[in-house]
């Protein structure tokens, strides 16, 4: 983080919502070829997320009127490698990322001219089918937010100003399905006479060894529910067209 007030996704929102994947493990699955199609050999995780990312991921035409910002190579892979993602790890009974075959990729940063609002989506894969089932039944449970609650609140806490709350709870648009999840954090301080609410939130969605999840943020407001809606049935509807990569 940057100072309380001026902080962005990538440092803050994104980074959290990585941190928090990380509470269980991320996505794997062998998808059954249709038939009379020509099986081809199952990818490894970095392969898989080579192919799908560019395919799935949010693009500068999916956000008209929203100024796109590349993310810093190897931002996923840090995050899942981090102490905070280990930590959280361990608390889920999970195994860490960074033990697992574990690839991401980010779209672009994409932030409003006005400012204040800011969206990112990443593609995700692992090995197993096992694991991604394990990751999205944390991702929908109870345990991810307690362990938020014991392992990133508090470290999020000591950074912001006296008397700043930072809550964590389930998340829900329309269109979500048993295969989709979401999760916010909202923070509220006050610095002089301003008071402040930030709120990110992630919303995401399986399919076969391969996870994609948004990440928005807003400051001092929520981002609109149809919106995010939009978003999710985008790239969500993209991972499905797409599930003969998963083979």
């Known amino acids: ?102 690839a991401a990729k980010m779209s672009d940063l994409f932030s409003r001219a006005s400012g204040g609002e800011y969206v990112a989506s990443l593609v995700a894969a692992l090995g197993t089918p096992a694991q991604m089932t394990s990751i999205l039944h944390a991702e929908q449970g109870k345990m991810l937010l307690q362990c938020l609650d014991k392992v990133i609140v508090p470290k999020m806490t000591r950074t912001l100003p006296a008397g700043a709350k930072v809550s964590v709870s389930h998340a829900y648009v329309p269109g979500m399905t048993a295969q989709s999840y979401g999760y916010r954090v909202r923070f509220e301080m006050t610095q002089g006479t301003a008071h402040v609410q930030i709120e990110d939130e992630v919303l995401g969605s399986v399919a076969g060894r391969a996870e994609v999840l948004l990440t928005f943020e807003a400051l001092s407001g929520s981002v609109p529910t149809a919106f995010e809606a939009r978003l999710l049935r985008t790239v969500t509807g993209r991972l499905e067209a797409h599930k003969a990569l998963l083979g």
């Open 1 to 102: 983080m940057n100072t309380p007030l001026r902080r962005t996704s990538v440092q803050r929102g994104t980074a959290v919502v990585l941190a928090m994947a990380a509470t269980t493990v991320v996505p794997a699955f062998w998808s059954a070829a249709p038939a009379g199609a020509i099986a081809r050999p199952a990818l490894s995780s970095t392969a898989l997320v080579d192919e799908l990312a560019p395919l799935v991921n949010l693009r500068p035409s999916d956000m008209p009127a929203w100024q796109a910002h590349a993310v810093p190579a190897g931002a996923v892979s840090q995050q899942a490698a981090s102490e905070s993602a280990s930590a959280l790890a361990d608390c889920a009974g999970a195994v860490p990322l960074a033990k697992l075959h574990f």
